[in-house]
């Protein structure tokens, strides 16, 4: 594609981003000449440079909007809010077609004739009222418009006499004639120069002339001073890298000046040091962006998605400046629109129901972020009517997920947070908005994923508020350093619980076996062990062989269970910056990356999870949980050695087992529904194809099954990554929540293993190598998606 | 007149290996480096390059050639390949040298095993030869990565 091409492309879209913006800003403050001005300008640029450019139909639109924009400008006239909706819609149009020319190069086939034809009449169309509004019953516009402009606020924002710009300045002082200046300004349009350049090449205006007009521009507007550049981000991270190992050597520097007596050469070497952390701490500012650059999207959205739900709500940000590694804003920008859609939908009320509780028409929506020991916290909060806390009860004892003893006897605030576990809504309809009961879940899963945690408060009548706490960077995390036969390794402290030390001679006793595997009572509980040593098969380098010194055991937690590491040496707790490793060395499940460290040497980083279950010490967890019947009955963190299981009964396999966090929703489909997509039989589900997979074929291959034509199919609906595969089964027996131990690992297909659930033998069901089995190409599909 | 190609050479047990030169990012000493428990074999370790963290193959266990001998240190050649840098492990750094396109043969039959496969092809030079190294397929482990983390403790 042309270079100029992209550049309009670029440049466009980050316009198009402020029109929203300014739109709305508009819409509450409609007299503002200066942003009416600014929006105007937006557009006659873009119809400007497409028309060069030879978009014709993105040209029509742009004009279209151009023109009701000049009408308002010169205050002929009223910004109302089917005007804002109108102008909203051709922005959206534009940058519709602007994706098109992206993928395509053309401006597509669309000419939005509707738009077009809608956008004049709102042109010619003062007289409609702008409560009449055809679709969507519009709110009418809060406050009270006055007329925008009194004949004077257009002539102040014709660019012709801004005095802001270098143009305005040369007629103000009489160096050029205005209509000089409208043509270098046309002119201007169609090349990217600058205004001064044009005049000076008209032979217009002296070179002097322009200079000083410039130093005049500069201390009139400060701002527009400063400079940017466009950087790639892969040039930053380059920095970063470099700037780390300019660290290193640094050190190496200083400890080398230390043992020389060379007064100049230990001066240089301080200076050096000074000028190394600077920079480290700059380059690092480079990668941070306010959370603002996420935030600007919601004023738009609030106020697409307050009209249509009819109701009235204002948006109030805090905290823009809050800075953000790019990555973590990357990664919280959906979870974040996604609670501000649930507020808008679900939390707010109507403004009739908010006057009869007593509260203002206009729902309040707040956004405020902001940076507390070493995170950054997110918090989102509406005034609406709160939980429902009851509700959330029932629900959750409907599903099955709590029994009604135990729903009674949390807290409040546990169970609110219930609502982040998959497949909860408390809503009673579907909107196309939120309700549908995934969100909420997701929402957790991506701010966890980033190492972030996230809690609901809410107060019946007054409102909810969620908090977000992530941390400032991916980048950087801190780490235990352990070593194990004579290597080094990082434990991320996410996962890290606490450290013990058995003494030496205690050493042998501390560590006892309970059906070949060790365990380590901590606290009258029974700990699985691990040997990181034998389990990283570093030969026997390590200690775990002497009796006479002292045990060193990291107690971590991975997915939600706990185990004990045993490792050599405890170093110390240190920041590591953390790298991936090469394509060769991603296969192994024991390390998340590696780092490097003060020495300049490179250290691995440990997946805690990835080895715990290399150590199969998950499994092993529930197998000693059992044999140690006390604790039970004492303890109730014993539900996280609970797994609440789904049985299902399928063709002569009889009744199998899947564990119900994999499983998205159960639902019932009439067999006529089912349609075929080549081999696969498939079914449109919430707009998506989404396959079916008969678990009595997959299972008993050999046989063959009458398939019944009609009749409804019970199906559990498995999700990953977005895509979601049916699994069709005979029947939907129970929901149990069962301590688990799996024996005869089976080698049958499709199945992990088997254990008895209510006395009866049960196979556990391998969903996701089913999956795969049937449709190979399931999460790279995925991956294109 | 036919077209030449610069290759740069490299020994391993005695023999003269290469590749092209674009492929090359940089020639360094003998790094120290961090062993990576149950990783394939030829995976030699990992070294700090400035920062990034690359592996190294050690190219005589990936050939199938010898153990290099007790107390020689290798030195790493560090190509560009798609998945970013890696540094292969070899004996000793040769020239960089011109071949012509018309000296190139198909590999022999006296090489074995795995190393025919990554051989794409043999430069008669005068008084030896150079075997070309097809590298993607080099640094390519998806053919051990089934038998990773078998080795005896």
């Not at chain 1, 070593?483 to 001679?505: C, D, K, Y």
């Not at chain 1, 039989?681 to 074929?697: A, F, N």
Request: glycine fraction near 8%.
């Amino acid at each position: 594609m042309d270079e100029i091409v992209k550049d309009f492309l670029i440049e466009s879209a980050e316009n198009l981003d402020r029109l929203d913006q300014d739109l709305v800003k508009l819409e509450g403050s409609p007299s503002s000449t200066e942003l009416l001005a600014g929006i105007f300008r937006t557009i006659h640029t873009i119809k400007g440079t497409c028309g060069f450019l030879g978009f014709a139909r993105l040209e029509k639109l742009a004009h279209a909007g151009e023109s009701l924009l000049s009408r308002l400008r010169d205050g002929e006239l009223t910004l109302n809010a089917e005007i804002t909706s109108g102008l909203l819609a051709m922005v959206d149009a534009v940058r519709n077609m602007l994706a098109q020319i992206e993928a395509s190069g053309q401006d597509g086939e669309d000419d939005h004739a509707n738009l077009i034809a809608h956008l004049t009449e709102l042109q010619s169309g003062a007289a409609k009222p702008a409560g009449t509004a055809p679709e969507n019953a519009v709110t009418p516009p809060s406050s009270e418009m006055t007329k925008t402009a009194d004949g004077e606020g257009a002539a102040v924002c014709q660019e012709q006499a801004d005095p802001a710009k270098i143009g305005g300045v040369l007629v103000e002082r009489g160096h050029i004639r205005p209509e000089d200046l409208a043509s270098a300004l046309e002119l201007q349009e169609l090349g990217r120069r600058k205004i001064g350049e044009i005049l000076i090449a008209q032979g217009t205006v002296r070179p002097e002339d322009v200079a000083a007009a410039q130093q005049a521009v500069q201390a009139r507007n400060p701002e527009s001073a400063v400079e940017t550049i466009r950087v790639g981000v892969n040039l930053l991270d380059r920095l970063m890298n470099l700037v780390g190992e300019l660290v290193l050597a640094r050190n190496q520097l200083l400890q080398f000046s230390n043992s020389t007596q060379d007064a100049g050469f230990q001066a240089v070497s301080q200076r050096m040091n000074l000028i190394a952390t600077e920079l480290q701490e700059e380059v690092m500012k480079t990668r941070m962006q306010p959370i603002g650059n996420v935030w600007n999207k919601f004023p738009r959205m609030v106020r697409d998605l307050a009209l249509s739900c009819g109701k009235d709500v204002t948006l109030e940000m805090e905290g823009q400046d809050t800075e953000l590694d790019r990555t973590i804003i990357e990664a919280i920008k959906d979870p974040l629109t996604h609670l501000v859609r649930n507020c808008i939908d679900h939390g707010i009320e109507t403004p009739e129901m908010r006057r009869q509780a007593g509260k203002e028409a206009a729902g309040m929506l707040k956004l405020r972020a902001f940076h507390e020991g070493g995170q950054v916290n997110i918090e989102i909060s509406d005034d609406g009517a709160g939980l429902n806390g009851e509700r959330i009860r029932q629900k959750a004892v409907e599903r099955g997920l709590v029994t009604s003893q135990q729903a009674t006897r949390m807290s409040d605030r546990d169970i609110f947070n219930m609502i982040f576990l998959p497949g909860f809504s408390t809503a009673e309809k579907i909107t196309n908005v939120s309700g549908r009961g995934v969100g909420m879940d997701v929402v957790k899963t991506n701010v966890e994923k980033i190492g972030g945690t996230v809690d609901v408060q809410s107060t019946a009548r007054k409102g909810t508020t969620v908090k977000i706490k992530i941390p400032l960077t991916l980048a950087i995390i801190p780490a235990l350093m352990v070593t194990s036969g004579g290597e080094r390794f990082a434990i991320p402290q996410v996962s890290l619980l606490e450290l013990v030390r058995l003494e030496a001679g205690e050493g042998g006793k501390g560590i006892e076996m309970v059906q070949g595997a060790p365990v380590h009572r901590l606290r009258g509980r029974l700990l699985p062990v691990v040997y990181l040593n034998r389990e990283l098969q570093l030969g026997l380098a390590g200690k775990d062989s002497r009796r006479d010194c002292p045990t060193n055991i990291v107690v971590v937690q991975a997915d939600g269970r706990e185990f004990g590491l045993v490792v050599d040496e405890i170093t110390d707790t240190e920041e590591i910056v953390v790298k991936p490793m090469g394509k060769q060395l991603k296969g192994i499940s024991a390390y998340s990356g590696a780092t490097i460290m003060g020495d300049g040497r490179v250290a691995l980083i440990l997946d805690i999870l990835g080895l715990a279950q290399r150590a199969r010490v998950i499994s092993e967890a529930r197998e000693s949980a059992l044999s140690d019947k006390e604790k039970a009955n004492k303890r109730e963190e014993l539900r996280s050695d609970r797994q609440t299981l789904l049985l299902v009964q399928c063709g002569a396999q009889g009744r199998m087992a899947i564990p119900l966090s994999l499983v998205a929703r159960l639902e019932e489909f009439p067999a006529s529904t089912i349609e075929m997509a080549g081999a696969q039989e498939v079914t449109q589900y919430r707009g998506q194809i989404m396959p079916l997979i008969r678990l009595s074929r997959v299972l008993d291959a050999d046989k063959e099954f009458a398939v019944a034509a009609e009749g409804r199919l019970q199906v559990v609906v498995y999700s990953e990554a977005g895509r979601s595969v049916g699994l069709v089964v005979d029947r939907i027996v129970d929901i149990v929540d069962e301590t688990l131990v799996v024996q005869n690992p089976a080698e049958r297909r499709g199945v992990t293993g088997s254990a008895v659930i209510q006395k009866r033998v049960t196979d556990l069901l391998d969903v996701a190598r089913v999956v795969r089995e049937v449709i190979p190409g399931f999460s790279e599909s995925t991956a294109r998606v | 007149m036919g077209a030449s190609q610069q290759f740069c050479t490299f020994f391993l047990d005695g023999h003269v290996f290469g590749t092209p030169v674009p492929k090359v990012q940089e020639v360094i000493q003998h790094q120290e480096m961090t062993r990576v428990p149950l990783s394939p074999d030829v995976v030699s370790g990992l070294i700090n390059l400035r920062g990034q963290i690359v592996s190294a193959i050690d190219l005589r266990r990936r050939l199938g050639l010898p153990e290099r001998p007790d107390g020689q240190l290798p030195m790493n050649v560090v190509v560009r390949t798609n998945d970013g840098a890696v540094s292969l492990l070899v004996d000793e750094i040769g020239d960089v040298i011109e071949v012509e396109e018309e000296t190139l043969e198909s590999p022999p039959e006296t090489l074995q095993g795995f190393a025919r496969e990554v051989v794409s092809g043999v430069y008669k030079l005068s008084g030896r030869l150079l075997l070309a190294l097809d590298i993607d397929r080099v640094v390519d482990l998806s053919d051990l990565t089934k038998t990773k983390g078998t080795r005896e403790f």
